[in-house]
């Protein structure tokens, strides 16, 4: 299963909305499944941890380092390529999507080149779109 980086980021914040309904998540699928992230997913979480949120207070640069090598050593990662690329191009052809959407395209065409079709997030109404081919669970 591909962990989207919000259900990270509100597993991470004790006061996040979501938080423990994100913990919960990954601790019942870490039992049975394969949890996977991407370098992307990384940089994402590195980028919204290092800002304020009205939940959460920004990070320093080396505490979310800290964090995102946590993240790195108890996941697998997807790594990105000329597959994916080929990927993110066919799926540019068969669905709607445009400016920071390109992102969330490039997830799916991440997990679909290394067989994963589940998706776990709280971001359906973007990811919704590739319903087609990816199964979305909310935590």
Request: proline residues 4%; negative net charge; glycine residues 6%.
């Amino acid at each position: 299963m591909f962990v989207d980086t919000n259900v990270l980021v509100h597993a991470l914040a004790p006061t996040a909305p979501g938080h423990g309904m994100a913990r919960a998540a990954l601790e019942a699928h870490a039992e049975s499944d394969r949890l996977c992230i991407s370098r992307q997913v990384l940089r994402e979480f590195l980028a919204v941890i290092t800002r304020p949120q009205l939940w959460m207070q920004a990070r320093t640069p080396s505490e979310a380092a800290d964090a995102a090598i946590v993240l790195a050593n108890e996941f697998e990662i997807l790594e990105d390529g000329t597959a994916v690329w080929d990927q993110l191009i066919d799926l540019s052809r068969r669905f709607a999507f445009g400016g920071r959407q390109v992102h969330d395209a490039n997830i799916v065409a991440t997990m679909l080149v290394h067989g994963e079709r589940r998706l776990l997030t709280f971001n359906t109404a973007d990811f919704g779109r590739f319903a087609a081919v990816i199964e979305l669970l909310v935590p």
